[in-house]
């Protein structure tokens, strides 16, 4: 009987201990997910109403594109060299073609298009350059749909740089 009772005894302190074990598990499983929520709880944040003041993350202010341009119209991009750099490589996607890569119009695009290096273009207003890529010229100088008004206005800007020294 006595033996009976001490083997009844090791069995429930045995299970009694893996009892202790799961509840810490559970503890401490508890404490991760509440961590969890309260890191997350960030996320959960509302969004933005109209009419919130804007916070940029980026640090330069953008620039306001003016909604109708003439020939008058200055490249409103105020960094002039960082437009002209983004501008290349949209020039070459875009205008190579026809206009050649220094704008000579060494392409074989025939008839030959207007020299962006020299003749006129160089003297050009920034807004009549716009214009002309915004909306196209003539029958053989297609509008590019494709180029945003700032890219234009990138474009605008690297063309700029073409003028010859
Ligand atoms: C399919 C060929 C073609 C492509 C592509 C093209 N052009 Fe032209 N471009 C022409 C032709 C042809 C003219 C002359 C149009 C006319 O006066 O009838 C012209 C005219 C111009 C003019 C005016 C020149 C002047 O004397 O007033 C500018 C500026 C110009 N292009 C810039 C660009 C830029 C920048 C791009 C790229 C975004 C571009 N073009 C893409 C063919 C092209």
Partial sequence: MRKKLELWFESWSVYYERLRVAHVLMFALLLILLGCLACSSKANEPAPKLGDPVVSTTPVAPVALPTE??????????DLAAASAKGKPLFEQNCVFCHGATGASEGAFEPKPPTLNAGDVPQDPDGEIFLTIKNGKGKSMPAQKRLTDEQIW?????????AKK
Avoid: G, W
């Avoid at 341009?69 to 105020?78: A, D, Q, R, S």
């Fill in 69 to 78: 341009v003439t020939k008058e119209t200055k490249n409103p991009l105020t």
């Fill in 154 to 162: 990138q474009v605008t800007a690297y063309v700029r740089t073409l």
